[in-house]
């Protein structure tokens, strides 16, 4: 049985502790968070403490905070030489205090509270400073479903930027296409299944063989008119500069 303090009542951490209530071989011992009134509906399912001083025991304490709390929260941590570890992509694993043992539990997913979460499509990337704490988080991924792998901090940046892309920016896109279907009073819907198409096909075959559309087939009839489509609206240098990107990646002429 692996025990677990969460510190943090963000998505992640959220999530996380709904995945944990779940799992046969891991209990929640305490869920911490500084304003009690984010975490008091589950209070009749875990102790909840607004107090550092009094953190329970536990082999495994997770902070799920905002980037820029992580450092200052790990110092705050009445105790040392316990296993406390960031669930950030970003977060350097030297940015824990030095008086902890140190690692980073990095699920790699988009979260939102709504929207349910399954961890068996959840990968766990997990950094520590020695062997017998990687095990634990290993063992702590594989309790709750999830994939794990051992990354380095160089690494899990790179990930994360590239999440950026093939999430945050993606979903960009997506709203922008909204914006356009709803100009003319046609449905987005129409655009899910080829959102899923162009998903489910790079799991079979890289980005690179994927690509379709004007920009790889140098349409300029075609481009030429969605730009003129574009000519008054903020997405225009959007539309020319990943058509440009798509052009200089597979060798197209520019316009």
Request: one cysteine or more.
């Amino acid at each position: 049985m692996i025990s677990v303090v969460i510190l943090g009542a963000g998505n992640v951490a959220t999530h996380l502790f709904k995945a944990f209530n779940k799992a046969d071989n891991v209990i929640v011992n305490q869920w911490f968070n500084r304003k009690l009134k984010s975490i008091d509906y589950y209070k009749n399912i875990v102790e909840v403490t607004d107090d550092l001083s009094s953190l329970k025991e536990a082999d495994v304490y997770i902070i799920a905070v905002s980037d820029d709390a992580v450092a200052k929260l790990s110092s705050q941590l009445p105790f040392e030489n316990k296993l406390v570890v960031h669930t950030s992509g970003s977060v350097g694993l030297y940015d824990l205090d030095k008086k902890l043992h140190r690692g980073v539990f990095y699920p790699l997913q988009t979260f939102s509270k709504e929207a349910e979460v399954n961890f068996s499509n959840v990968p766990i990337c997990i950094e520590t400073l020695n062997k017998a704490h990687y095990d634990i988080l290993k063992d702590l991924a594989k309790a709750i479903g999830s994939t794990s792998y051992k990354v380095n901090s160089d690494q899990r940046s790179a990930l994360h930027l590239a999440a950026v892309f093939v999430n945050n920016f993606t979903n960009q896109l997506y709203r922008i296409a909204h914006e356009i279907t709803e100009s003319t009073g046609t449905e987005f819907d129409i655009l899910k299944p080829l959102i899923l198409e162009t998903a489910n096909k790079v799991q079979t075959i890289s980005p690179y063989m994927a690509q379709t559309g004007p920009a790889i087939r140098n349409d300029k009839k075609t481009i030429k008119q969605h730009l003129k489509k574009l000519e008054n609206s903020p997405h225009k240098p959007i539309y020319e500069q990943l058509t440009a990107s798509i052009q200089k990646t597979h060798g197209g002429k520019k316009l």
